[in-house]
């Protein structure tokens, strides 16, 4: 089984930064992991998330603002946010799932993934 931590988010003004950690721990040496974030009445959506060779990709609504890096050693998955805008506002969750391949999109985990349990975002104008 795989737990996931979140931590970092907060409140900030429009076009401030913000860096988000989530730390694996349990067996997630198989698993890839990503962020989502789900603002309220809506959907959860992708953010960024790594794929089996180690790359990272991104969503179109935070492409060019964000940076993720993972750190194997500490099993820790870090997401960098700069220039953010209200629209940003949302829980955003770290999950875990299996490896996708590069070039094949992120999709939100079914049951057999794992999700973390958020950290909120606000960012007001």
């Known amino acids: 089984r795989v737990q996931l931590v979140e931590s970092g988010g907060g409140s900030v003004q429009s076009g401030g930064s913000l860096t988000l950690s989530c730390v694996a721990s349990g067996d997630p040496s198989h698993l890839c992991l990503a962020w989502f974030r789900q603002a309220p009445g809506k959907k959860r959506e992708g953010v960024a998330g790594?794929?089996?060779?180690?790359?990272?990709s991104y969503f179109d609504s935070v492409k060019g603002r964000v940076a993720l890096s993972m750190d194997n050693a500490k099993n820790t998955l870090s997401l960098q946010m700069n220039s953010l805008e209200p629209e940003d506002t949302a829980m955003y969750y770290c999950?875990?799932?299996?490896?996708?391949?590069?070039?094949?999109?992120?999709?939100?985990?079914?049951?057999?993934?794992?999700w973390g349990q958020g950290t909120q975002v606000t960012v007001s104008s």
């Open positions: 790594m794929h089996s060779d180690g790359s990272a």
């Open positions: 999950a875990a799932d299996w490896c996708p391949p590069p070039g094949i999109r992120w999709q939100v985990p079914d049951d057999n993934g794992y």
